[in-house]
């Protein structure tokens, strides 16, 4: 893939796994591991799922939360890209009021549209729930 962001989001250490939806139903991680079991892929699994800045991820059938709440995992990975080290695992990010975090918010954004199809803005209710 020749996508800048992607080509960014690679450097920067994001391992990605796709899985085609359209050849599997109900497909899980747990099934994914047995099928890679000894393997250089299944160390990268565990390594994925020990790294507290992974973001690992059920395209398809996620809820609007589900979305928003990973969007807000990977602006708090590309924070800690820009140096910028988030404490709390339960900050969010398009509540911080600086510009590494409204950049990272909007990475993060562009990182769903790029992989799955999935546009923040329609999720973006949730936050004015929230108030």
């Keep these: 893939m020749t996508n800048p962001l992607f080509q960014m989001l690679e450097q920067k250490g994001l391992l990605l796994i796709l899985i085609d939806s359209s050849e599997t139903e109900h497909l899980t991680l747990d099934m994914v591991k047995t099928w890679v079991k000894g393997s250089k892929a299944e160390k990268q699994i565990k390594a994925l799922e020990e790294n507290p800045l992974s973001v690992i991820s059920h395209v398809g059938e996620r809820t609007d939360q589900q979305i928003l709440d990973q969007t807000n995992q990977i602006a708090i ?55």
């Design 77 to 131: 990975f590309f924070l800690a890209a820009m140096g910028f080290q988030v404490e709390d695992r339960n900050t969010k990010v398009y509540e911080l009021n600086n510009t590494r975090a409204a950049n990272a918010w909007s990475y993060a954004r562009s990182v769903q549209l790029l992989l799955t199809q999935t546009d923040v803005d329609d999720c973006m209710y949730l936050i004015d729930e929230e108030s």
